[in-house]
């Protein structure tokens, strides 16, 4: 697994990240074993996200295999001298001259120039650093200019010179009520539709609802969130998705299957997650029939979704636990799909992919603050018609700022064709209404239904 960060947004969660997986990983934030819990660094594939070496006297070093990217010096400075400065050198990261001031095409062209010869190079080398490199997990927002512009030409190349390599994205999109900036519609509609092909599966997250979530937690050490508190989320969604190739028990699940699994259609690749007990300020139980229950019949949802309308189209639950028997979930997955008349597409008979990995979920120090650390923790991961919605909003924003055609000349300024914002409207249209046929009942996928 290659890591990229990019933009602001991206290299924040960057930096929870790192300072997670080195903690649950057992590793200090020098690259060196930490010697806290042996049995997890013993037991754990590190292989995964870092590159290992040895020195001169011995000892075993890691290197995250990541590469922080900006067209702003500043955030890859913040990096190079926050916490994880001796473990992320200036290797890794990759800044340009000048931020793309909120807007795609100048993140896509010309502050985008800048960086980006810069960091094709540092991702070939990446590609190369690893044997057999199978996935690339991209952490961005694309309400920005730089995370929304630079994303589509970086995947896109990936995808040319290691077209095998699954791209996985970690995307923040604008929220539905708080206003983060004027043109956020059109750079998260352009990156979008643009970056449709090179990315494989997008799980996708709104502040809005991050804040909603977690706050609870927090009021009561009179906390508001911040970022730093939502980003944890995020990793903790990544750790958790990757915890059972990392620590492997007895059933398994890959990124590959998780991919596989879950998307029927190139087009419908964008995937809600929710984290249960984490994000939530009550443990309703501690087995895993009871957090599966709750994961379904409640909203904990980190984008704006209401799974209790709609249908689920495909979805993967990861449990995490040192004792959990798989008889157990089988039967709670039975039971929520079956005996709760959970609603799913009538198409795909079965709508589960199960994977149980035995490490618990851990946080870092900041975190643990103010998150619990529950002896089984369930990831839930769903492709569900609801995300029509998500994307009709941001389509009714981007279409409203259209019509009027404002601010459309800084992006023809940068270099952009006007004809561009026309086609990626219709482009994200198809794709909404084909998501919402889905949703009909005796509707079949290629858009026949079940009379004809
Ligand atoms: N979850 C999360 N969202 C963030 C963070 N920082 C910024 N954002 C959101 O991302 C939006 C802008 O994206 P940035 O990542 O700052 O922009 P950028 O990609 O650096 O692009 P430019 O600054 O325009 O070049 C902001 O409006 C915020 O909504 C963060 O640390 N975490
Ligand atoms: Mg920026």
């Given at each position: 697994m290659i890591s990229l960060h990019i933009g602001q947004a991206g290299n924040q969660i960057g930096n929870r990240l790192w300072n997670l997986l080195c903690h649950e990983e057992g590793i200090n934030l020098s690259g060196f074993p930490s010697g806290i819990n042996v049995e997890r660094f013993e037991e754990c594939d590190h292989h995964f996200y870092f590159n290992e070496s040895s020195s001169t006297n011995d000892n075993t070093s890691f290197t995250p295999r990541t590469c922080f990217i900006d067209t702003d010096q500043q955030t890859i400075d913040e990096i190079l001298s926050g916490s994880l400065q001796n473990i992320v050198h200036s290797d890794l990261t990759c800044a340009g001259s000048g931020s793309a001031h909120n807007c795609y095409a100048s993140g896509?062209?010309?502050?985008?120039?800048v960086v980006v010869n810069e960091a094709t190079t540092s991702i070939r080398r990446l590609i190369e650093s690893c044997h057999n490199c199978k996935h690339l997990m991209i952490y961005h927002s694309i309400n920005g200019g730089t995370g929304s512009g630079l994303t589509p030409t970086l995947s896109g190349f990936v995808k040319t010179i290691a077209p095998k390599i699954q791209i996985v994205s970690q995307t923040?999109?604008?929220s539905q009520n708080i206003?983060?900036?004027?043109?956020?519609?059109?750079?998260a509609l352009l990156c979008l539709v643009e970056s449709n092909e090179s990315i494989d599966l997008r799980f996708v997250y709104e502040n809005e609802v991050l804040y909603n979530l977690i706050d609870p937690l927090l009021k009561p050490q009179h906390r508001l969130p911040s970022y730093h508190h939502?980003?944890?989320v995020i990793a903790l969604q990544s750790s958790c998705l990757t915890s059972g190739e990392r620590w492997k028990g007895e059933l398994y699940m890959s990124v590959d299957a998780c991919i596989t699994n879950l998307i029927p259609f190139p087009e419908l690749n964008m995937i809600t997650s929710a984290i249960v007990p984490i994000t939530r300020s009550t443990v309703s139980g501690t087995n895993s029939r009871a957090i599966t229950?709750?994961?379904?019949?409640?909203?904990y949802e980190v984008c704006s979704i209401n799974t209790n309308e709609g249908k689920y189209i495909s979805c993967g639950v990861l449990y995490r636990s040192s004792n959990i028997p798989v008889q157990e979930v089988e039967r709670a997955c039975f039971e929520?799909?079956?005996?709760?008349?959970?609603?799913?597409v009538e198409w795909i008979p079965s709508g589960f992919k199960v994977g149980i990995s035995p490490q618990p979920l851990?946080?870092?120090?900041?975190a643990q603050k103010y998150y619990t650390e529950p002896e089984i923790s369930l990831l839930k991961i769903s492709n569900h018609t609801g995300i029509s919605n998500v994307l009709e909003k941001l389509t009714t924003d981007y279409r409203a700022l259209l019509d009027k055609r404002a601010f459309t000349f800084w992006y023809i300024g940068e270099g952009m064709e006007e004809g561009e914002f026309v086609t990626c409207q219709e482009g994200m249209e198809a794709t909404i209404a084909k998501i919402k046929k889905l949703g009909e009942k005796g509707q079949n996928p290629d858009g026949s239904d079940d009379e004809s």
């Amino acid at each position: 697994m290659i890591s990229l960060h990019i933009g602001q947004a991206g290299n924040q969660i960057g930096n929870r990240l790192w300072n997670l997986l080195c903690h649950e990983e057992g590793i200090n934030l020098s690259g060196f074993p930490s010697g806290i819990n042996v049995e997890r660094f013993e037991e754990c594939d590190h292989h995964f996200y870092f590159n290992e070496s040895s020195s001169t006297n011995d000892n075993t070093s890691f290197t995250p295999r990541t590469c922080f990217i900006d067209t702003d010096q500043q955030t890859i400075d913040e990096i190079l001298s926050g916490s994880l400065q001796n473990i992320v050198h200036s290797d890794l990261t990759c800044a340009g001259s000048g931020s793309a001031h909120n807007c795609y095409a100048s993140g896509k062209f010309q502050s985008g120039k800048v960086v980006v010869n810069e960091a094709t190079t540092s991702i070939r080398r990446l590609i190369e650093s690893c044997h057999n490199c199978k996935h690339l997990m991209i952490y961005h927002s694309i309400n920005g200019g730089t995370g929304s512009g630079l994303t589509p030409t970086l995947s896109g190349f990936v995808k040319t010179i290691a077209p095998k390599i699954q791209i996985v994205s970690q995307t923040v999109i604008p929220s539905q009520n708080i206003c983060q900036s004027t043109t956020a519609p059109y750079n998260a509609l352009l990156c979008l539709v643009e970056s449709n092909e090179s990315i494989d599966l997008r799980f996708v997250y709104e502040n809005e609802v991050l804040y909603n979530l977690i706050d609870p937690l927090l009021k009561p050490q009179h906390r508001l969130p911040s970022y730093h508190h939502i980003n944890h989320v995020i990793a903790l969604q990544s750790s958790c998705l990757t915890s059972g190739e990392r620590w492997k028990g007895e059933l398994y699940m890959s990124v590959d299957a998780c991919i596989t699994n879950l998307i029927p259609f190139p087009e419908l690749n964008m995937i809600t997650s929710a984290i249960v007990p984490i994000t939530r300020s009550t443990v309703s139980g501690t087995n895993s029939r009871a957090i599966t229950v709750d994961a379904f019949m409640s909203n904990y949802e980190v984008c704006s979704i209401n799974t209790n309308e709609g249908k689920y189209i495909s979805c993967g639950v990861l449990y995490r636990s040192s004792n959990i028997p798989v008889q157990e979930v089988e039967r709670a997955c039975f039971e929520v799909r079956n005996e709760l008349e959970t609603p799913f597409v009538e198409w795909i008979p079965s709508g589960f992919k199960v994977g149980i990995s035995p490490q618990p979920l851990i946080h870092d120090k900041m975190a643990q603050k103010y998150y619990t650390e529950p002896e089984i923790s369930l990831l839930k991961i769903s492709n569900h018609t609801g995300i029509s919605n998500v994307l009709e909003k941001l389509t009714t924003d981007y279409r409203a700022l259209l019509d009027k055609r404002a601010f459309t000349f800084w992006y023809i300024g940068e270099g952009m064709e006007e004809g561009e914002f026309v086609t990626c409207q219709e482009g994200m249209e198809a794709t909404i209404a084909k998501i919402k046929k889905l949703g009909e009942k005796g509707q079949n996928p290629d858009g026949s239904d079940d009379e004809s």
